[in-house]
């Protein structure tokens, strides 16, 4: 979508610099163009910078922000990149430099017409704006009249990327449904450099989305996108050492990897509790001191969590909140999204890009405000949820009631911990199987389905282990 407006914009006004908005920000202060230009304007920087990157803030956050909808997690990652010849591209709030888009350093000043009809399209008058002295017919308005209108719904037409460089070379990239992330990665490859700028007054603000299903398929689609650059020629690990530094590509590859996280998860929310009901120890018992090992894991990156929230002016409760959000992502969207991007990739699913649906639902608005949780959400989505959750309940259960009479408790401390943990921290939830009534609860026929679920579950798992 970005590379015809970046066509016509040639023809309209050509300029040098670009913002770039998703249709649902505004620009909340006037300055961000000065600032972004204090950057590309340092005679130090200005011939390698690529884009200036600003955070995304959102006018619509409650104090509690349930869902974890300003990415707190993200932002840090960015700056931290900053130091390593620039942040990776995020979709929105940026300024980039149209050569940056064009390439136009890599074209030969004596090519042929014919060479770079190949590369930028058959439009003759797209290709003389390419020159630097270009002045376009349409900067006075009142001889915008003159421009072609046959020339820009051309440049505009979904066709006329077809057998040009347009979406691999040129402009925005069209491999990824990510295309933000793989744009920039594929600068930084071209030797550019980027600047990520958080000045205290947001430059630009936006609207978070407030539900659950909406959050969730968003980061599906993310993840996707994330997978299909990951597996594919492009991965940050292959591609990118040979075309930037070694922990450049590594920031990538974070990006791109992190998302396997949901094996492991899968694999701690299933088999140490299966294990706990069959009696099976797979940690050391409370006396042994690896236990005091398994303890110093879990409680210093905790505390370090902790520690991040509470330095950037949070609660407890925001700890909590991500925790628990990070728990549903991974067990939702990071297995779909990554199942998506691999059938994507061998040609088995069609890519698609889904905007994320922004309108509010009044109710919905108000249990975000109020800091409730709204389950309508897709089954595909909250099954293996409520799977999970009602696993790790059964599991607690039977099996505190069933050490604590054979004064087992300390032998099996730590797989009596996992379930309990994950109880606790998901404990909306609970709520919204058993105790809610309201719209927002989880649906009875999925609550049956997951307790369905959960006792396949069990019966495979019994068979695996005895067996």
């Known amino acids: 979508m970005y590379n015809f407006q970046l066509r016509v914009s040639g023809l309209i006004s050509n300029s040098p610099y670009i913002l770039v908005l998703d249709c649902d920000m505004y620009c909340n202060d006037p300055t961000s163009a000065r600032q972004a230009m204090c950057f590309f304007l340092d005679p130090k920087i200005s011939s390698k910078l690529g884009f200036v990157q600003f955070p995304q803030k959102f006018h619509n956050i409650s104090e509690n922000d349930i869902y974890d909808s300003q990415l707190r997690f993200f932002w840090p990652k960015l700056e931290g990149m900053d130091g390593l010849r620039g942040s990776l591209l995020a979709g929105t709030g940026f300024y980039i430099k149209r050569e940056a888009l064009y390439q136009t350093s890599k074209v030969q000043k004596d090519i042929d017409l014919v060479q770079l009809q190949k590369a930028f399209g058959p439009s003759n008058d797209f290709i003389k704006s390419l020159k630097q002295n270009y002045k376009p017919n349409a900067s006075k308005v009142e001889v915008f009249s003159e421009v072609s209108l046959k020339e820009i719904r051309f440049l505009a037409s979904c066709g006329y990327d077809n057998n040009t460089k347009w979406g691999k070379e040129v402009g925005f990239r069209y491999f990824s449904v990510l295309e933000d992330y793989f744009t920039g990665f594929n600068l930084h490859c071209n030797g550019w450099i980027s600047v990520y700028l958080n000045p205290a007054r947001p430059c630009f603000l936006g609207s978070a989305t407030t539900n659950l299903n909406e959050i969730l398929v968003q980061y599906t689609r993310w993840v996707a996108g994330l997978v299909e650059v990951a597996i594919s020629r492009f991965s940050p690990l292959i591609y990118g050492p040979l075309r930037m530094s070694t922990l450049q590509s590594m920031g990538y590859a974070e990006f791109a990897y992190d998302i396997l996280i949901f094996l492991p998860i899968y694999c701690l929310a299933i088999v140490p509790q299966l294990c706990l009901l069959h009696g099976i120890h797979l940690y050391p018992k409370v006396s042994n001191p690896f236990f ?87 089954v595909l989505l909250l099954a293996p949820l409520c799977t999970l959750y009602i696993l790790n309940l059964a599991a607690f259960i039977i099996g505190i009631t069933k050490f604590f009479h054979i004064q087992q408790l300390r032998e099996m401390f730590i797989q009596l911990f996992i379930p309990l943990f994950g109880i606790l921290i998901n404990y909306p939830l609970f709520e919204g199987m058993f105790l809610r009534k309201d719209e927002g609860r989880v649906a009875p026929s999925v609550t049956l389905l997951s307790a369905a679920l959960c006792i396949i579950i069990l019966y495979f798992g019994s068979l695996v282990l005895i067996y």
Request: proline share 1%; hydrophobic share 40%; glycine share 6%.
């Open 292 to 378: 005091t090992v398994f303890s110093f894991l879990f409680l210093s990156c905790q505390l370090k969590h902790i520690q991040e929230i509470f330095s950037t002016g949070h609660s407890i409760r925001t700890w909590a909140i991500e925790q628990r959000i990070w728990m549903l992502r991974s067990l939702t969207c990071y297995m779909y999204g990554t199942l998506n991007g691999i059938l994507e990739m061998i040609g088995l699913r069609e890519a698609n890009f889904l905007p994320t649906d922004k309108a509010v639902n009044d109710e919905q608005y108000k249990h975000y405000q109020m800091g409730i949780y709204d389950f309508q959400a897709s």
